[in-house]
């Protein structure tokens, strides 16, 4: 299992991004697949969850409205879309599986700075 993000950066505060996990080494379509985060001397948060099929989205309360799953199973990619960014939603984002264990990407920062 390979998760590779990407599309993280500096961006002012309202403004957007979006994240990207490429994924191999399984099955993709038949994964729920999470993203995550975690900010500078925090425990990782889980920020929003999407079923196999793409037809079942969760999302951390402190980013909904704003943020956006969503996967493209013929690509093996899932994607964070983040609007009206704020500054406490700086973390480093990872993408996760669980298949027979949990499995991480290396991580994309997001700076949301003025």
């Known amino acids: 299992v390979h998760l590779v993000e990407s599309g993280g950066g500096l961006v002012q505060p309202g403004g957007s991004l979006r994240l990207s996990c490429a994924a191999s080494?399984?099955?993709?379509?038949?994964?729920?697949m999470r993203w995550y985060r975690q900010a500078a001397g925090k425990e990782p948060e889980l920020v929003a969850r999407i079923t196999g099929g793409g037809g079942s989205t969760d999302y951390a309360d402190s980013v909904k409205g704003r943020f956006t799953i969503s996967r493209d199973n013929a690509k093996n990619t899932v994607y964070l879309q983040m609007n009206s960014l704020k500054r406490e939603d700086t973390a480093v984002y990872l993408c996760?599986?669980?298949?027979?264990?949990?499995?991480w990407g290396q991580g994309t920062q997001v700076t949301v700075s003025s």
């Open positions: 996760n599986v669980f298949h027979w264990r949990d499995y």
């Open positions: 080494g399984f099955t993709f379509s038949s994964y729920t």
